[in-house]
């Protein structure tokens, strides 16, 4: 699907891939279901085996869990992001608002004026799959990071600025756009209002 451009408006709408969403959704909900039965079922039930010690037990019941609560927290996340009717980026004349989970700015519009340039980072060389973000470069990044009221996404912020060089990282990760789509798009928007 092609992001929506309203020429009157002179804005774009990009959304969230709703199928590739569902499809994330639908294999972290089996994993932390199915991960947990199995180290249950291989650990616990299993106690009369000799190699089943105490702590192989409770190491394994441990991991479940953690995969448990990790595996349920992103796909609760993510059905959320399921039933948001919002679009994860409008980019406009003015300035980029941001309603997308996949970034951890959810703090209202960045006004172009505040943008003093735009690049990418890409992620560790060593890494197979380097990731990419849009870093927007920004007058006043300690403002932004003061409104970010969630308490995780003010540390992301954070860290995104010890990385990238700005607190204001955007990921291109399951939009209906691919990365350099949207990159050309944030380019222009960002180009025409510095006319």
């Known amino acids: 699907m092609q992001p929506f451009i309203d020429a009157e408006k002179d804005r774009t709408e990009i959304s969230v891939n709703k199928p590739k969403q569902l499809l ?4 972290l909900v089996i994993i932390a279901l199915g991960y947990p039965a199995v180290m249950v079922r291989a650990y616990i039930v299993d106690e009369n085996s000799p190699e089943t010690t105490f702590f192989v037990a409770l190491g394994g019941f441990l991991l479940a869990f953690g995969v448990l609560i990790f595996c349920g927290y992103c796909a609760v996340i993510i059905f959320f992001q399921l039933l948001n009717d919002k679009p994860a980026f409008v980019i406009s004349k003015t300035g980029l608002t941001v309603n997308f989970a996949g970034t951890a700015i ?18 560790h060389e060593l890494r197979k799959a380097r990731p990419k973000w849009i870093c927007l470069i920004v ?6 990071i003061g409104k970010q009221s969630d308490e995780k996404q003010r540390l992301e912020m954070i860290r995104s600025f010890e990385v990238c060089g700005t607190s204001i990282a955007i990921s291109g990760t399951g939009l209906n756009v691919s990365f350099d789509e949207l990159l050309k798009i944030v380019n222009e928007y960002y180009a025409m209002s510095r006319q």
Request: charged fraction near 20%; charge should be negative; aromatic fraction near 14%.
């Open 24 to 27: 994330l959704f639908l294999i």
């Open 106 to 123: 959810g703090i209202g519009e960045i006004p172009w004026l505040d943008v003093t340039n735009i690049t990418v980072y890409k992620g």
């Open 139 to 144: 007058h006043n990044p300690d403002d932004y």
